[in-house]
């Protein structure tokens, strides 16, 4: 086990989800709570906990990868997809709430979603629990998508 990896696999995806929060958590009580959301819009308090699980699940699926990478090509290559999905990741909230623009969050949704089903098809034939671990994730992000659809729709 590389120790060395597994912390930077860890803690990048947080540092992600730390960014992101920089422009969440003002936003929630103002011009959040002032959007009308859909009937299915959880409560705030679940977004931060679902997020950590996530970026913990990504962390040890780059992880599984990264540890083939010296002697597989294919990872050495797919290990630059997943930091760029990841940027695309923490732009979500700076769009979302720090710019307030719902229709360009919803565009740069689409591209993370995009990016994660590549990243389960190039994960596959390297490490099949680093696909599996992407499925919340990819599911989480599905129903992000729906809810900033109708987030943007009503508002």
Same mark, same amino acid.
């Given at each position: 086990? /590389? &120790?060395?990896?597994?912390?930077?696999? !860890?803690?990048?995806?947080?540092?992600?989800? !730390?960014?992101?929060?920089i422009f969440?958590?003002?936003?929630?009580?103002?011009? &959040?709570?002032?959007?009308?959301k859909p009937?299915?819009?959880?409560? *705030?308090?679940?977004?931060?906990?679902?997020?950590?699980?996530? &970026?913990?699940?990504?962390?040890?699926?780059?992880?599984?990868? %990264?540890?083939?990478?010296?002697? /597989? #090509?294919?990872?050495? #290559? $797919?290990? %630059?997809?997943?930091?760029?999905?990841?940027?695309?990741?923490?732009? %979500?909230?700076?769009?979302?709430?720090?710019?307030? *623009?719902?229709?360009?969050?919803? $565009?740069?949704?689409?591209?993370?979603?995009?990016?994660?089903?590549?990243?389960?098809? #190039?994960?596959?034939?390297? /490490?099949?629990w680093s696909?599996?671990?992407?499925?919340? &994730?990819?599911?989480? $992000?599905?129903?992000?998508? $729906?809810? *900033?659809?109708?987030? %943007?729709?009503?508002?």
């Amino acid at each position: 086990m /590389n &120790y060395k990896r597994l912390i930077i696999s !860890l803690a990048l995806p947080q540092l992600a989800g !730390l960014i992101g929060s920089i422009f969440t958590t003002p936003a929630i009580p103002g011009w &959040y709570a002032s959007l009308i959301k859909p009937s299915f819009s959880p409560p *705030n308090w679940l977004f931060g906990p679902v997020w950590i699980s996530l &970026y913990f699940l990504m962390g040890i699926s780059i992880y599984l990868i %990264w540890q083939r990478a010296q002697k /597989n #090509k294919k990872a050495q #290559k $797919v290990l %630059w997809l997943f930091w760029i999905h990841l940027f695309f990741n923490a732009i %979500w909230s700076i769009i979302f709430f720090g710019l307030q *623009n719902p229709g360009l969050a919803l $565009v740069d949704l689409a591209v993370i979603w995009v990016l994660i089903i590549i990243l389960m098809i #190039k994960f596959w034939p390297i /490490n099949k629990w680093s696909t599996y671990l992407l499925i919340p &994730y990819l599911l989480w $992000v599905s129903f992000a998508g $729906v809810l *900033n659809f109708f987030i %943007w729709r009503l508002n």
